[in-house]
């Protein structure tokens, strides 16, 4: 089973909401991802999880706040977002960092429109 | 980690082989190569990845140069479906090594 889930699908929030996107991996994958994706751009790295404990943060803003409660779930936690953060969210696993461990599985996204 | 570069589009023909190439000329010897497609608006798919040899599944091919400076993957028998943006991608193996850059990918049209 290479699955990763993402709930929700699809997400309209006002400006000054606050929501959350869920990702959950049942591969004893020890490594959690957080990716942005504009329309025609590839995907951007956010937040890396390893191991539980935040690895990575690639300067993003604090109105994203990403948690990982356990090694299977990761959330990422939105507030006061800005119609410009409206894109494709990405969760992806992998084993933690390794010789030929890297292979992230990547979820189907969350689609976020920020009005 | 290294940067790579992928021609824009291609195009091939269903039932062809279609060859997607990657420069990836700073690789480090640590450093392996992946390579994903994304069909339109899906999560990334992960295809094959490899060191130096040559690779094979059942999705594709991987052949990597002997300097390793650049890759191509090989889908034998292109159809419909395939078509996609591929994104080639080099990761090392360090402690950060999750961490990895996606370039802008080569967006394949397999035309019947």
């Known amino acids: 089973d290479t699955e990763v889930t993402q709930t929700p699908k699809h997400l309209v929030m006002g400006m000054t909401n606050k929501k959350s996107l869920k990702c959950e991996q049942h591969?004893?994958?020890?490594?959690m991802y957080w990716y942005k994706q504009k329309a025609k751009k590839p995907p951007e790295l956010m937040f890396v999880?390893?191991?539980?404990?935040?690895?990575i943060n690639e300067s993003v803003p604090s109105r994203f706040s990403p948690e990982c409660p356990n090694s299977s779930l990761l959330n990422l936690h939105l507030h006061a977002l800005q119609p410009e953060d409206s894109a494709l969210y990405l969760c992806?696993?992998?084993?933690?960092?390794?010789?030929?461990?890297?292979?992230?599985?990547f979820g189907p996204g969350t689609r976020l429109t920020v009005l | 980690d290294a940067k790579t570069t992928q021609p824009t589009s291609m195009d091939c023909a269903e039932g062809r082989a279609a060859n997607l190439p990657c420069n990836h000329s700073?690789?480090?010897?640590?450093?392996?190569v992946y390579w994903y497609r994304q069909i339109h608006s899906q999560g990334p798919q992960y295809i094959i990845h490899?060191?130096?040899n040559n690779e094979t599944n059942e999705m594709a091919s991987l052949i990597i140069t002997e300097d390793r400076k650049s890759s191509t993957l090989i889908l034998p028998h292109a159809t419909l479906r395939d078509t996609a943006v591929y994104y080639c991608?080099?990761?090392?193996?360090?402690?950060?090594?999750?961490?990895?850059?996606f370039g802008d990918g080569t967006t394949l049209t397999v035309k019947p």
């Open positions: 992806a696993s992998s084993q933690p960092p390794g010789p030929s461990r890297n292979t992230q599985y």
């Open positions: 591969m004893g994958h020890r490594a």
């Open positions: 999880y390893s191991y539980e404990k935040l690895s």
């Open positions: 700073t690789i480090s010897g640590n450093e392996y």
């Open positions: 490899g060191l130096k």
């Open positions: 991608i080099v990761r090392g193996v360090t402690t950060n090594a999750g961490k990895s850059t």
